[in-house]
């Protein structure tokens, strides 16, 4: 009897051991899962922390702030521009920041400087058919273009105020003809369009025809055409992502401010425009040659259409 009741208890002895170690394989089998499980979370957060820009390049050139060879500024033209992250010249001036999902444009400035400027640009130009200057639009053509966009860094002057720096514009371009017309040695028409990131704001730039009585030929020289006063949306963006959006139209221009604000051009200045061929622009061109300052632009998304 003694001898049964020994053997029982270390029957019972061993059951309870091999319960106790399935208890805790099955603890740590747990532990393994809900480890992995963290790390697949984790893993899955860091893939959706990596965002690019939607923005399609294959109509845009850029201008940055550094000279190529000749001494000119370096730019980069489709189909070259879809792999500017591949540039080693351009990344300090054009790269994708990866976890915003935007393309910034850095520009200070240095020696490199385009025609009829004194300022630096890391600023997109657009091209209708890749790789050519000479096929632009007219405001009877029409046009949109729509960005959002944030400033990134700016520098600020020796008063204590931050720089300013163009975001988008329509510049004029006079055509070969017209050009040869006046006699002129390069096609270039004054901006009917700057859109500046003024301390903050957004501020509004056109051109104005100095004497309203010029003949269509006088009207294409650059020095017929004047600044008007100037217009500040009353949203202050600060260094927030906002949307703008530039409407173009036969005699009218329209600026819309993260559709809520409205700057309507329909007078008779942007009509007698009319005569000039155009085309967008959007990035950093920066307003200032101080020492020391920079700015940096993101763009999360341009896009164009006519």
Known sequence: MRYQKKTLLLLITFVFSIYINAQDKQSDNA???????????????????????????????????????????????????????LDEVAKPYMYIDSTRGAIVFHALPTESKTRNTKFTRSELREQMVPGENNVNWTFKDGGYMKGKLA???????????????????????????????????????????KIYWDKGKVRVK???????????????HEDAWGNDVGFNFEEEVGFRKFTLEVKVSEGKMVIILNKNEYKVYDSIHIKKWGVFENYFKAGNYFQTRDEGAYAKVRYYELEVSH
């Open 151 to 193: 400033i990134d860094e700016v520098t600020k002057d020796s008063e204590g105020k931050y720089h300013r720096v163009i975001i988008m514009q329509i510049h004029g371009r006079l055509t070969n003809e017209q050009r040869d017309l006046i006699g002129e040695d390069d096609n270039n028409a004054p901006p009917i369009l």
């Open 31 to 85: 532990s393994q899962v809900s480890e992995l499980k963290k790390k697949d979370k984790k893993s899955k957060k860091r893939k959706k922390k990596v965002k690019l820009p939607n923005i399609d390049l294959s109509h845009w050139k850029v201008t940055l702030p550094v000279n190529n060879d000749k001494g000119r500024p370096y730019e980069i033209s489709p189909p070259e521009i879809k792999d500017f992250a």
């Open 206 to 220: 056109t051109k104005v025809l100095k004497d309203l009585n010029a003949s269509d030929t006088e009207i294409l």
